[in-house]
């Protein structure tokens, strides 16, 4: 099959693409197969949410069915569905992890979202998805809380990939990437092959447009109104321009690619346009650069196949120009740091809010199930 033009432009420039969705039905189906074949596809990533608006599917229903027949729990049997289809992503990628040399081919898991502020218990879930899942293709998703980074660490050390979700300031982006050097650090010590281990950063982009959109709407001056849609472009830019300086010009990098170790590359996560006034293709043709990773979903993949213009490198060069727009946005009056901390509180919250449904719902069938048995 031929790959769509525009995605093999966006390949070709350096960004992987990746599908922020999974579900049973992709896997079987064909679809998810059909994506790798035909638009560039070298990916997965999932969540709660996604997650949760899957396991509604018939597909699930003869295992769940089996699940309650032995008696599983809620926790159990959602783990069970969950890391089966991650698994089966993992071996539908296996190609493309080996013809990338481990960089792409990877499938995203995260961590129960209830774990987000316990640095034990994330660690602890992290070790245990990656034995049960047992694919070396996988990530493990963490958030990028402040309890999350200290785990990101641990985990690292033990030669376990991780995906950092949930960043949504540089501020924070730095702490990431430093709690992934000291992760490489300590699983040197601990004799780890380094190059076996591989991480990216998840940074939000549409949800600050549309949190600080709303801001300068109210502020509803001329200046504050003329600043939206370039908050989540230019902080992505900023982001990537961090990520330049930590990999490719600091000294403990350096000394740790010499055994091995890989960059933890950037990756744009909420890519999908919420507000409709702006182009549908906004941050992807707009967030192109080399050693990133795009995940979107599927809509954004087909506008971009139907009609994204990808002109090269968009982001390289562009720092000063973005931290413009931060210091206008912080003189019209945006508390940029209150935007972030309410970005990831919401963000835990929403993860959270999906997973206790997903739950309840699993609850509901097996019971369901149990009575049919």
């Known amino acids: 099959m031929t790959q769509n033009a525009n995605l093999a432009a966006l390949s070709a420039a350096g960004v992987s693409v990746w599908l922020d969705d999974l579900s049973r039905a992709r896997l079987e189906t064909g679809n998810l197969a059909e994506l790798v074949a035909e638009k560039s596809v070298v990916g997965v990533t999932t969540n709660p949410s996604i997650f949760q608006a899957a396991l509604k599917g018939p597909e699930y229903q003869a295992q769940l069915h089996e699940l309650a027949g032995r008696g599983a729990g809620v926790d159990d049997t959602v783990r ?60 493990i998703k963490i958030p990028a809380t402040l309890a999350g980074l200290p785990a990101i660490t641990r985990v690292i050390a033990e030669g376990i990939s991780v995906n950092v979700t949930l960043i949504f300031s540089v501020a924070r982006h730095r702490a990431v990437m430093d709690a992934y050097l000291a992760g490489l650090e300590a699983a040197r010590a601990a004799g780890h092959d380094l190059s076996n281990i591989h991480s990216v950063a998840s940074f939000f982009v549409s949800r600050v447009d549309s949190e600080i959109d709303a801001r300068l709407g109210a502020l509803g001056s001329d200046a504050a109104v003329a600043l939206r849609g370039q908050a989540g472009l230019a902080n992505a830019r900023l982001a990537y321009a961090a990520y330049q300086e930590v990999f490719e010009s600091e000294n403990r990098f350096t000394d740790l690619a010499l055994l091995g170790a890989r960059v933890q590359r950037p990756l744009w996560a909420s890519t999908g346009v919420k507000d409709p006034a702006y182009p549908d293709t906004l941050y992807v043709t707009e967030l ?39 210091d206008a946005l912080t003189a019209v009056g945006i508390d940029l740091p209150a935007v972030f901390d309410k970005l990831e509180s919401e963000g835990v919250e929403k993860f959270e809010a999906s997973w206790n449904e997903l739950l309840e719902a699993i609850s509901t069938q097996l019971t369901a199930a149990a009575g049919k048995s």
């Open 80 to 139: 069970a569905l969950t890391t089966d289809d991650v698994r089966n992503a993992c071996d539908l990628l296996a190609p493309q992890y080996t013809a990338s040399g481990g960089v792409d081919g990877r499938v995203s898991i995260e961590v129960d979202p209830r774990l987000a502020h316990d640095t034990e218990g994330t660690v602890a879930q992290a070790v245990e998805l990656w034995k049960i899942v047992d694919r070396p293709n996988l990530l």
């Open 288 to 326: 192109v650069a080399p050693n990133t990773v795009n995940t979107m979903p599927e809509k954004t993949m087909d506008a971009v196949a139907d009609h994204g213009t990808v002109t090269g490198d968009t982001i390289t060069g562009t720092a000063a120009a973005s931290q413009q727009v931060f």
